[in-house]
């Protein structure tokens, strides 16, 4: 076997199964009722999380090749991306269903009021163009050149989920900014080489300057 | 002619009521008392603190049924006690009860302080001596949206503070819960400022439905719901009713309540229920009663508006929150 068909024959029938597991979870609790005492908020933050953690893994495919230089995984991408699709759908439709019984005008009061309901909204809103151009047969409808374009707008649903995340909790913000951070992180790959170029220079440079910081501090 | 006398049931063969309604976790924790005991001799430390504590809350016989107590179905006790936020033990609503087993409330002993006649440290069982203990089922709506209906043993906050006669110059009450981050390992991150404050006006703090808790659900609180001692403020979003007690100080001034100290325009000083003032980013409108998979309405001060609506005439509630 080459190294492409071990990705696409084996890795990725794995990995089908690998993502659906937490959804399958979610329903096995829900028969065993181990879901606890907030069974629907367990649920809404379960799917949740699993859109934005699918979605910073679809987000980490791209720099994956990059540093492996093993350009196949780029075929586990599309996978990982309706994957977050599907639990990006079914975090809302939880919100929509069991938080506001499908009251259209409700949800809509709703989401135009709060900031992170509108956050999450829109990131979802933007997903849905993504996930309906992924067969090959629009992709060559559209033509590779417009479909990746098209496609840039997974930047702005990463960025959407985390400041989502980050902007409904209460007063601990470590786990909300963790996921910021590793999204910032994956951006950082995404910029014009030039620049990452002269990001990384200063950085080196940086260096020694930190070491004289540190010097410093030990002399007092 | 033989004649009998119908048998009578003698008054100490007459189980309990409090025991009869538990009956179902007295089998429970008998189970995990066998569970446990198997556990100790394997050196098992989860089930030892599931042991623990179904073994130590001791229960709360010949308490008063409260006039004040709401007919609603109660939440059941796994829910009330498996889920909630006592951020002293962790952030998520399942910290508390996962990090609070080891935690012992005793001895334990409230400061009294400020504006009163009878300042002093009162050992908790001095404390409590004087009062008798009730039993009301209040409902208890938190600021996130979600409520339950618990039966607490306790009695009126008012029977207690005027114990220390507050002066004149008391106009509100301040609460401190328990600093020791070693016994309370939450308080090693500084999520929140602590230790944790609350406060009343004097007017609401002597109201008859503002009371301080010893129980639940006919036993002593479990740690993670406050034990020994803690403020239940039915009218109010639950963060107000503060757990684990260690200060009671009658102030001039409005005291720091922590919650309004890290988000002003989220948390009031006052947050008493109101559905028609939302949260910033969330609507107050209506609530999940744990249990329940749809919402329902909220219900002005919970559902208290006869009783304590009068404390708030002539104040525009949109303004003080």
């Known amino acids: ?220 | 002619m033989l004649i009998k006398k119908p048998e009578t049931i003698k008054p100490s063969e007459i189980t309990d009521q409090a025991i009869y309604l538990n009956r179902r976790q007295f089998i429970r924790d008998s189970g995990l008392l066998g569970i446990g005991v198997a556990s100790a001799l394997a050196g098992l430390p989860w089930v030892k603190n599931s042991w623990a504590e179904g073994a130590t809350r001791q229960p709360f016989p010949g308490r008063i049924q409260s006039p004040f107590s709401s007919a609603e179905k109660l939440t059941d006790f796994d829910d009330a006690s498996s889920y909630n936020n006592f951020y002293e033990f962790g952030t998520r609503k399942s910290d508390p009860k996962e990090h609070a087993q080891a935690f012992v409330p005793r001895p334990w002993s409230v400061v009294v302080d400020g504006a009163c006649e009878k300042p002093g440290t009162y050992d908790l069982e001095d404390f409590l001596r004087p009062h008798t203990l009730e039993e009301r089922i209040y409902r208890l709506r938190c600021v996130e949206a979600w409520s339950m209906v618990i039966p607490w043993v306790g009695f009126s906050l008012g029977d207690a503070l005027k114990r220390f006669q507050p002066t004149s110059r008391a106009k509100y009450v301040a609460f401190y819960t328990l600093h020791d981050p070693e016994r309370m390992p939450g308080q090693k991150r500084r999520v929140l400022e602590w230790p944790y404050r609350e406060g009343l006006r004097m007017d609401e703090a002597m109201h008859p439905l503002a009371m301080l808790a010893v129980g639940m659900y006919g036993a002593e609180l479990p740690n993670q719901n406050g034990a020994p001692l803690r403020l239940v403020v039915p009218w109010k979003y639950g963060f107000k009713s503060i757990k684990s007690i260690v200060r009671i100080s009658f102030t001039e001034e409005q005291p720091v309540c922590t919650w309004n100290q890290v988000q002003p325009s989220e948390y009031g000083f006052y947050s008493n229920v109101n559905p028609n003032v939302d949260h910033l980013r969330w609507s107050q409108k209506k609530e999940r009663r744990i249990g329940n998979w749809l919402k329902q309405e909220t219900l002005m001060f919970n559902g208290y508006a006869d009783q304590v609506a009068s404390l708030y005439s002539g104040m525009d509630l949109k303004k003080y929150f």
């Open chain 1, 1 to 220: 076997m080459t190294r492409a068909q071990i990705i696409t024959r084996m890795l990725k029938p794995a990995l089908f199964f690998l993502l659906l597991l937490p959804l399958a979870l979610l329903v096995q609790r829900g028969f065993a009722d181990t879901l606890g005492a907030n069974p629907v908020e367990t649920i809404t933050h379960q799917t949740g999380l699993w859109a934005l953690r699918l979605l910073l893994l679809t987000l980490a495919i791209t720099p994956l090749c990059r540093v492996t230089g093993i350009n196949d995984f780029v075929r586990l991408r599309r996978m990982t991306g309706l994957y977050s699709f599907l639990y990006a759908l079914l975090h809302f439709a939880t919100y929509a269903v069991l938080d506001h019984g499908l009251d259209i005008g409700a949800i809509f009061a709703d989401v135009v009021k709060r900031p992170y309901v509108i956050l999450g909204f829109s990131a979802f809103l933007l997903l849905i163009p993504l996930a309906a151009t992924s067969h090959n047969r629009i992709i060559r409808l559209l033509g590779g050149r417009r479909w990746k374009r098209l496609h840039r707008l997974v930047y702005l649903c990463g960025l959407g989920g985390v400041l989502h995340y980050l902007w409904l909790v209460k007063a601990d913000t470590l786990s909300p900014l963790l996921y910021l951070t590793l999204f910032l992180g994956l951006m950082l790959f995404r910029l014009p080489p030039r620049i990452r170029s002269k990001l990384s220079d200063l950085s080196g440079r940086m260096l020694p300057m930190q070491r004289r910081h540190r010097l410093l501090k030990e002399e007092r």
